[in-house]
């Protein structure tokens, strides 16, 4: 091996890669011509750089793919989530009540006390109201301290009725149409002769709406 040959093999690398000037890339392709050591020697390096090359292709097609099924599993995990936040959603809103807002849903007109010979007292309700899936009562004593909602409350001395209509929160996102329907519920255990008077109770703005009083 001469030094020549020592000087080619030092750009062999640059001339299979294609990054050596025009001036060396002449001297070496004369110089391989007749030197069958440097040729062969380009040869193999030239197969290296080939496999170094497909290895990379296989490298970046591997991670390209990789790529690929990371979107597709959190594209999955994006809808699953949707999906379960909007059945979380939907079981929340129908099975969860709230009281029935008492302007939205016109309960002035909707509900009211009527009083009948024998001196019981019904509950009326109409429209909208009749939506309502719980009734819950109340009673007030003498300074205004209603039970259920007050810890004061004197059980000895009553003076009036009170309830409050509460619906699924899935419905109270609407105004329900329920036609001409109407109901009439009797008021257990209090009548005209036991209390003063029947309120309805709006406890989101604890606010009290007489519907009935006892007349002198």
Same mark, same amino acid.
């Given at each position: 091996?001469?030094?020549?040959?020592?000087?080619?093999?030092?750009?062999?690398?640059?001339?299979?890669?294609?990054?050596?000037?025009?001036?060396? $890339?002449?001297?070496?392709?004369?110089?391989?011509?007749?030197?069958?050591?440097?040729?062969?020697?380009?040869? &193999? *390096?030239?197969?290296?750089?080939?496999? &170094?090359?497909?290895?990379?292709?296989?490298?970046?097609?591997?991670?390209?793919?990789?790529?690929?099924? %990371?979107?597709?599993? *959190?594209?999955?995990?994006?809808?699953?989530?949707?999906?379960?936040?909007?059945?979380?959603? &939907?079981?929340?809103? *129908?099975?969860?009540?709230?009281?029935? @807002?008492?302007?939205? +849903? +016109?309960?002035?007109?909707?509900?009211?006390?009527?009083?009948?010979?024998?001196?019981?007292?019904? !509950?009326?309700?109409?429209?909208?109201?009749?939506?309502?899936?719980?009734?819950?009562?109340?009673? !007030?004593?003498?300074?205004? +301290?209603?039970?259920?909602?007050?810890? +004061?409350?004197?059980?000895? %001395?009553?003076?009036?009725?009170?309830?409050?209509? $509460?619906? $699924?929160?899935?419905?109270?996102?609407? *105004?329900?149409?329920?036609?001409?329907?109407?109901? $009439?519920?009797?008021?257990?255990? =209090?009548?005209?002769?036991?209390?003063?008077?029947?309120? =309805?109770? @709006?406890?989101?703005?604890?606010?009290? =709406?007489?519907?009935?009083?006892?007349?002198?």
């Amino acid at each position: 091996m001469n030094t020549k040959c020592n000087i080619i093999k030092d750009l062999l690398p640059l001339y299979a890669e294609n990054l050596c000037s025009a001036e060396s $890339r002449q001297m070496v392709a004369e110089h391989i011509a007749q030197c069958s050591e440097c040729c062969n020697e380009l040869k &193999q *390096i030239s197969t290296e750089v080939v496999l &170094q090359a497909d290895a990379d292709i296989s490298l970046f097609k591997r991670i390209k793919k990789r790529t690929r099924i %990371q979107k597709i599993v *959190i594209a999955a995990v994006s809808v699953l989530a949707a999906l379960l936040l909007g059945w979380l959603g &939907q079981f929340y809103l *129908i099975n969860t009540d709230c009281t029935m @807002d008492y302007e939205k +849903n +016109n309960l002035k007109e909707n509900v009211w006390v009527e009083e009948d010979e024998t001196g019981k007292l019904w !509950m009326c309700r109409k429209g909208v109201a009749c939506s309502a899936d719980i009734i819950l009562p109340t009673v !007030m004593d003498a300074n205004g +301290n209603m039970l259920f909602w007050d810890d +004061n409350f004197d059980k000895d %001395q009553k003076e009036g009725y009170g309830f409050t209509l $509460r619906q $699924r929160k899935v419905d109270a996102l609407a *105004i329900l149409d329920m036609g001409i329907t109407e109901e $009439r519920t009797l008021i257990e255990g =209090y009548d005209s002769s036991s209390i003063d008077y029947v309120f =309805y109770y @709006d406890d989101r703005t604890d606010t009290r =709406y007489t519907l009935w009083e006892k007349q002198d």
